[in-house]
């Protein structure tokens, strides 16, 4: 049965249009939170659209790892304390979060944008495989390689580290991604299976997450 509603005002029809398009929220959910906004003090309204318009208009996305920021580079790529030569590769900005909230993670991130599922139309020129293999290819420079001797990296070509679902299309995007590094002869490993089949970076638990992360093995295609 679907939902209908007679609305006193076009005004508030169009918020609840509005409010309803969001993700897991339903017309009733909207016209609640459409009234309750009407509640509120006009420049608590005026901050919280702002606030959405600022998200929109003003994000960025850093130019090294594809981060959601404030700045042309991320708070995590500026810090020079981390280890820039380790890069976790994950699907979206809230894997990032998930992992730094687990504070078991120095190195830095590279943010796809999503996997690869031809179900839904997605390949590897739809997601950032390619910036990737930019970067890792810039780790093996004879200048990288010069830099890491000198700070005692004895040489290290550095280390890819796949964080993706472990389905069907997180397993198929990092074995795409092994297929496209391997020539560079970096370490590419994947989290220790502390995590189930199919879950999502996103919904485990800190501990969880942490020891895959410190636990984490060879990638083996």
């Known amino acids: 049965m679907v939902y209908k509603e007679n609305y006193p005002s ?19 959910s909207a016209l609640r939170l459409a009234l309750h906004l009407l509640k509120q003090p006009q420049e608590n309204v005026h901050h919280f659209a ?16 594809m981060m959601i920021s404030d700045d042309q580079v991320c708070s995590i790529c500026s810090d020079r304390s981390r280890d820039h030569r380790t890069i976790c590769v994950v699907e979206s900005v809230r894997d990032v979060m998930s992992i ?8 830095v991130y590279h943010v796809l944008g ?8 997605i390949g590897p020129s739809d997601i950032r495989v ?6 890792v290819a810039a780790l093996v420079s ?10 005692g990296l004895e040489g290290s070509a550095g280390e890819v580290i796949l964080a ?4 069907v299309e997180g397993e198929t995007t990092s074995f795409y991604i092994y297929r496209q590094i391997a020539r560079y002869g970096v370490k590419v490993s994947s989290l220790a299976r502390g ?9 485990a638990d800190e501990l969880t997450l942490g020891r895959s992360i410190v636990n984490r093995q060879i990638f083996k295609p």
């Open 10 to 28: 076009k005004l508030l029809e169009e918020a609840v249009d509005a409010i309803s398009s969001l993700p897991g929220v339903g017309r009733r």
């Open 50 to 65: 702002t606030a959405i318009t600022r998200l929109r208009d003003d994000v960025k996305y850093c130019s090294h790892c």
């Open 100 to 107: 730094e909230n687990t504070g078991q993670y120095n190195g």
């Open 114 to 121: 999503g996997i690869i599922s031809p179900i839904n139309g």
């Open 130 to 135: 390619r910036e990737l293999v930019e970067r």
């Open 142 to 151: 004879p200048e990288a390689l010069f830099e890491a001797d000198a700070d």
């Open 164 to 167: 993706l679902s472990g389905d």
């Open 195 to 203: 995590l189930g089949f199919g879950d999502n970076l996103e919904y």
